[in-house]
């Protein structure tokens, strides 16, 4: 899909936006500091009631927060990869399985809810553009019908017994009454979560910030280009572009789907497929030059932790 979709743009004008916009297009690594420093904190809000003695610190977390996306982003994982990487994360700072295992589900859950509420705010700025076509409708049945998704996930985990459900489903291959316990733990454990309310307002708050904040990337990008929007334009691409991805969340990298997004968003607020694609392709480098040294980083990490384990036998 990305293929056809740089071949059926003009490659010229997509180059020649990037040329125009030049090297202060790096200056989208370190401004993505502030994404991961507010999804930091909203990981430290829900970590706060196992985390009294603070083994687990904020630029820590800021560290697992960066390793995490760049796992998410870069590697084939189905966008789960980075949830299973930061729980192996807290365990390294000895905070139980269980506590660890709460903290992402409840975060990957917020992601979702925040995702919505941010998409809801480009559906609201797109409706005051471009309210009555057919793209429109379309994009808002679309939101409509995936919104009970995230409530119904929220449900059956406040008030089913998904773990345990699973675990007898699988006994059969699996056999270990320990994963029985564990999963009834978990259950515990993820309720209790989810009756501290101000801690899951706090983090999602923060998460939907960040969300707000990448909009940013695409204003910079369209105004270095030399085709300055608004506001509400990046904020309409934006959204556009991580409902995309967030639904296509099996395709390694949204490859394809983050250009189809925007070139989606784009022909909404008349603008044009190169100056669209220019902006993912900015994103994409963006991508690689943050998540290739936090890879780095933990596979360093990874190897110390092995030749030390080694070492003991």
Not at 40 to 53: I, K
Not at 148 to 170: I, K, N
Not at 190 to 205: D, P, W
Not at 219 to 247: C, F, K, N, T, Y
Request: charged share 15%; with cysteine; hydrophobic share 55%.
């Amino acid at each position: 899909m990305m293929i056809a979709l740089l071949v059926r743009a003009d490659i010229g004008g997509i180059v020649l936006a990037l040329r125009v916009a030049g090297w202060r297009l790096l200056w989208l690594v370190p401004y993505r500091a502030v994404f991961f420093l507010l999804y930091a904190l909203g990981w430290d809000a829900l970590l706060r009631p196992y985390n009294r003695s603070r083994q687990v610190g904020l630029p820590y977390l800021f560290w697992a927060t960066s390793v995490r996306e760049a796992v998410d982003r870069l590697l084939p994982v189905a966008s789960i990869g980075g949830g299973v990487v930061g729980v192996r994360m807290l365990r390294w700072r000895n905070l139980g399985t269980v506590p660890a295992s709460v903290s992402v589900i409840l975060e990957i859950l917020l992601t979702l809810a925040a995702l919505y509420g941010f998409i809801a705010v480009g559906l609201v700025l797109l409706f005051g553009r471009d309210g009555s076509s057919e793209n429109y409708h379309r994009l808002l049945w679309a939101f409509l019908c995936t919104l009970p998704v995230p409530a119904v996930t929220l449900l059956l985990l406040r008030y089913g017994s998904v773990f345990s459900w699973a675990h007898r489903l699988l006994r059969p291959l699996v056999g270990e009454r320990v994963l029985a316990e564990g999963a009834g733990a978990l259950e515990d454990a993820l309720r209790a979560a989810m009756a501290r309310r101000t801690n899951l307002f706090v983090s999602g708050t923060l998460q939907w910030l960040a969300m707000m904040s990448a909009a940013f990337e695409v204003w910079l990008v369209m105004r270095l280009s030399g085709h300055p929007v608004g506001v509400d334009e990046a904020l309409i691409l934006e959204s556009l572009m991580q409902a995309a991805r967030h639904l296509a969340f099996f395709v390694p990298g949204g490859l394809g789907v983050q250009e189809a997004g925007l070139l989606l968003a784009g022909h909404a607020i008349g603008i044009s497929a190169e100056l669209a694609l220019a902006v993912s392709m900015a994103k994409r480098l963006r991508e690689v030059l943050c998540g290739l040294p936090p890879l780095a980083s933990w596979q360093w990490m990874e190897i110390r932790r092995l030749r030390r384990d080694a070492g003991r036998q």
